[in-house]
């Protein structure tokens, strides 16, 4: 079955701290996409990455980085230099690839991330 | 602009309501998503719509309907709820690869 842990259910931070989101994944599948979402209080999903199981290697895109490592079934977020507006829950989600129109989420509970002035 | 909407936002009604939630989208998606956000749960996917047509339906109970006339429009008709179907509702739009979600109606049945 597949699942997804964020074992970090709060992490609260000083303003330009560094901060890692953990994320643990299982799935008897060789094919599938991670994903990150931010929730923010507003309450939409904010779609942040997807990553293909075949690719491994870490991206960055601003202050956001990724760190992909599938012997240990992990896809961890780092934010560098916090802001304030980076507090938000900020949910892990595992798909199949179903090769087809849709696809099925499976998402953590969630890591809610306070950021502190 | 997230190219999903959903209305209303906020929603209270009594046990013994019919309501309907509504979303759009304008991101050209062949596939629409409800998904119920309970408070310390993960997110549940409640029905999957390809091409206007139901393909996944998690055991939702009937007291929930949903309704997808066509590619841009979901909806998610309401009756007879329980105090415990209190939530926010997630509208997503996507392709086989990704979604894209609204910013959800928060529910609340008394």
């Known amino acids: 079955a597949q699942k997804v842990t964020q074992a970090q259910t709060e992490i609260s931070v000083v303003e330009k701290e560094d901060v890692t989101l953990d994320c643990v994944y299982e799935?008897?599948?060789?094919?599938?996409?991670l994903f990150w979402y931010k929730q923010p209080p507003s309450g939409e999903l904010v779609f942040l990455i997807r990553?293909?199981?075949?690719?491994?290697q870490n991206e960055i895109s601003g202050r956001y980085s990724w760190n992909f490592q599938k012997s240990t079934s992990s896809f961890n977020f780092t934010i560098t230099a916090s802001q304030v507006v980076d507090s938000a829950v900020y949910f892990c989600a595992l798909s199949e690839n179903s090769g087809g129109a849709t696809n099925k989420l499976i998402f953590g509970t969630g890591t809610l991330l306070a950021v502190q002035p | 602009e997230t190219g999903v909407t959903q209305t209303p936002r906020h929603l209270v009604m009594g046990m013994t309501n019919k309501k309907s939630l509504k979303c759009e989208q304008h991101?050209?998606?062949?596939?629409m998503y409800w998904y119920k956000q309970s408070a310390k749960k993960p997110l549940e996917l409640m029905f999957v719509?390809?091409?206007?047509?139901?393909?996944e339906n998690n055991s939702v109970p009937s007291r929930f309907s949903p309704e997808c006339p066509n590619s841009s429009h979901l909806f998610l008709h309401l009756h007879t709820l329980q105090p415990e179907d209190s939530a926010l509702y997630l509208c997503a739009s996507g392709t086989g690869d990704e979604q894209f979600f609204g910013p959800g109606t928060r529910l609340t049945v008394l």
């Open positions: 799935t008897r599948d060789t094919t599938y996409y």
């Open positions: 991101l050209g998606h062949n596939a």
């Open positions: 990553r293909n199981s075949f690719d491994e």
């Open positions: 719509y390809s091409l206007e047509e139901r393909v």
